[in-house]
């Protein structure tokens, strides 16, 4: 039975996708920057383990203790909205420590196992801001766009080694924590002369045509782990589908 280490599995994306794996009877290492075992179902196959992709030591022992696995879903995540002009850069940088260089340096931490086994797969989940830039979002749009492009030139470099690499790239999720998480981050980032702009935004926002819930995606971080093609992108949510075929 296949092992899977998922980050961020204390909410959204990352808690479904947990739970999804826990259904499918696989191993299930879920990580958390706090632990909190009452979140998943109780089973025999899985841990909850303390993991801030931050710091370098936390990496460490988190794949320490969970010993060899098969799939790493680099999940976890900071939200940012608000005018770049306005936001701090120390804040810019705070966004890239967890989504680009957390994701990276988790990545980094994994491949030798990977490597030497010739066997394993990294599925990074990034956002369809990639796909379909929106004002706002620059910050948080350049941290997972910087995650893509590294994601498609690893994936060459790994090939040889029977290493797969995957992005999973999640719609707009109204349904999550993504907004309450960062709300203090957030605060002070719209200023007076950007409010007509993040009121017609939210206002879009507001009523869309379609979203991303925590199932698509963690549905289609289960069919990248599945999927034994040389297909790079999964894109997840009907919205998602939808930017990705041009619609």
Not at 232 to 237: E, F, N, T, V
């Amino acid at each position: 039975m296949k092992t899977v280490l998922i980050t961020g599995c204390s909410s959204g994306y990352g808690l479904e996708t947990a739970r999804h794996f826990l259904a499918q009877g696989w191993h299930v290492v879920a990580t958390m920057r706090t632990p909190r075992t009452e979140l998943l179902p109780r089973s025999e196959r899985l841990r909850v383990l303390p993991l801030d992709v931050t710091k370098p030591e936390s990496i460490a022992a988190a794949l320490e203790a969970a010993g060899p696995i098969d799939v790493l879903v680099n999940n976890a995540g900071l939200g940012l909205f608000g005018a770049f002009e306005a936001t701090p850069m120390a804040t810019v940088r705070e966004i890239f420590e967890t989504n680009t260089f957390g994701m990276m340096a988790t990545t980094h931490a994994v491949l030798p196992q990977f490597r030497q086994r010739r066997s394993g797969l990294v599925i990074n989940v990034t956002s369809t801001v990639t796909l379909a830039p929106m004002p706002l979002v620059a910050a948080y749009t350049a941290s997972k766009t910087a995650i893509e492009g590294f994601t498609e030139s690893l994936a060459f470099e790994l090939e040889p080694f029977n290493v797969r690499v995957k992005l999973v790239e999640p719609g707009y999720g109204p349904g999550t924590r993504f907004t309450a998480n960062g709300a203090e981050r957030m605060q002070g980032l719209i200023p007076e002369a950007y409010a007509p702009l993040a009121q017609s935004i939210f206002a879009a926002l507001g009523s869309p045509a379609a979203v991303t819930t925590e199932a698509d995606v963690a549905e289609a971080v289960w069919h990248a782990a599945n999927d034994a093609s040389t297909k790079l992108r999964y894109p997840a949510g009907a919205d998602a589908i939808a930017l990705s075929q041009g619609q």
